[in-house]
């Protein structure tokens, strides 16, 4: 189910970005102004997923799974009724809550894979979803736009969240969450004692019983955790913004590569991908998931500069490319574990939400620097070295500072 769920959140969100220019036209909007509405909705996203910690970690991880699939469904539903930049902006925004499904991936299954060998690789199929969830939203754009329009194939992913959200009713709650409710529980009752032996028979800190906030996760044993991991997912996404969001554009500008050629290479880069999750779930059960999100952003970034500044053919082209893409997303599916074991459970939704929300101030930032050296005369090559390479760096280094975890 968190698979599906995984699916049906980007689903709706490369929708959008594949059917903008046609959400445009409709609207009389110019280029310029639908980036706009995108740039500022990807606030509002920003904004709207803040919640998404508290709702974890006090509601329970089912039920929040639940809540922002139903989140999901309504921001899908109201896109087709949307009647001008504004209301696009107001509905776009409430896709905060969907998009940050992958937060209750990272909890909830961490939780309910603790015992389990090869959890990373379990873990990545999930992850996986999102390359998937591309190739079905750009299917079914071919598929139902010309014979529904872009209204009610929005209407269409409403229909998909709600039969989501219907289903995962049925999922049982963490243990590790119902183990924390019934502490709290008892402890409310007198039973100071047996709110203790129930943490202890979970493996859980003896303060996972308490009520949390955002505070408690920048506590003197946390906030340097916090802070890096935050930071890595800024800088990551600088990254994606560059070599996946724009992809075409890089390949165009600084490769000389016509916009049909590109979009064959960035399609079958993305099939690539979608093994470099596989294969970064498979090594973080060998040799930690810190050490392989690590190890694949720094290759990711020695790709993306060889493939940058080294002349040469098509078929090499599509090799680096290829490879930068596969050590650039990849990471993604241990580090989404790995934030999952990294915080204490008490606080596992609240931390995880914390970096998380990083991401889309991330593709903010990129979009705001890559204009800024664009119109300052830098050339798209090292405009791309500027940003996307150097922040696969950064987000490495700042990984290094994080806390190790035993597996």
Known sequence: MCFVAWIVSVYDFTLFGTLLPVIAEDFGWSTAQATTVNTVAQVGVFIVSLVVGSLIDRLGRKNALIILMLAGAVASGMTGMAMGAVSMIIVRSLTGLSLSEEVVNAVYLSEIYRKVKNKGLFYSVVQAGYPIGALVAAGMSALLLPVIGWRWSFVVAAVLALCVALVATRLPESPVFAAMKESRRRAEAGDEAGAARLLDEHEL????????????????????????????????????????????????????????????????????????????????????????????????????????????????????????????TGPFAALLYYMGESFPAHVRGMGTNVAHVMAPMGSIIDSGLLSFL??????????????????????????????????
């Open 374 to 407: 664009l119109v300052a005369g830098v050339s798209m090559t090292w405009a791309a070295v500027f940003t996307g390479t150097a922040g696969l760096f950064l987000a490495a280094l700042c990984m290094l500072g994080t806390r190790k975890v035993e597996q």
């Open 205 to 328: 800190e003896p303060d996972s019983g308490e009520r949390t906030g955002i505070k408690d996760v920048f506590t003197k044993t946390l906030w340097r955790h916090t802070t890096l991991l935050a930071a890595a997912w800024l800088f990551s996404w600088i990254g994606i913004q560059v070599f996946s969001v724009l992809g075409t554009t890089v390949l165009v500008e600084s490769k000389g590569v016509s916009f049909e050629n590109a979009l064959v290479i960035l399609v079958g880069a993305n099939a690539v991908g979608f093994v470099g999750y596989l294969f970064h779930g498979w090594l973080g059960d060998r040799i930690g998931r810190r050490s392989t999100v690590i190890f694949g952003w720094l290759a990711g970034g020695i790709a993306s500069l060889v493939m940058l500044l080294v002349p040469g053919g098509t078929f090499f082209i599509i090799a680096m490319y290829g490879l930068t893409l596969f050590f650039l």
